[in-house]
Nanobody, 116 residues
Framework: QVQLVESGGGSVQPGGSLRLSCAAS????????MSWYRQAPGQERELIAA????????TYTNDVKGRFTISRDNTKNMVFLQMNSLKPDDTAVYYC?????????RGQGTQVTVSS
């Protein structure tokens, strides 16, 4: 059974940091590219960060570049998103996503709220 379980969300003040984790199981994690999406209230889901299967390549949307860092640990089947300098506009549900060709899985999401 494929599972992607996100954790680490919560409430934080502007300028603060959070580290999201995603634990993967039930598929060949090391062969999948991983990514983080987010969906703010009333908005479409957007891709914000991605990492290749071997961790050697990362990409970011301009909104988070320089503030967020995606990483993965292929020995533990986990992917992370370190979020620094958080802004109220970062408030959203954050989803972990796995993709290999047409095969794709997504977690249930974790809420991140940035507010003073």
């Amino acid at each position: 059974q494929v599972q992607l379980v996100e954790s680490g969300g919560g409430s934080v003040q502007p300028g603060g940091s959070l580290r999201l984790s995603c634990a993967a199981s039930g598929f060949s994690f090391i062969t999948y590219a991983m990514s983080w999406y987010r969906q703010a209230p009333g908005q479409e889901r957007e891709l914000i960060a991605a990492i290749s299967s071997d961790g050697g390549s990362t990409t970011y949307t301009n909104d988070v570049k320089g503030r967020f860092t995606i990483s993965r640990d292929n020995t533990k089947n986990m992917v992370f998103l370190q979020m620094n300098s958080l802004k109220p506009d970062d408030t959203a549900v954050y989803y972990c996503n796995a993709r290999r060709g047409i095969s794709q899985y997504r977690g249930q999401g974790t809420q991140v709220t940035v507010s003073s």
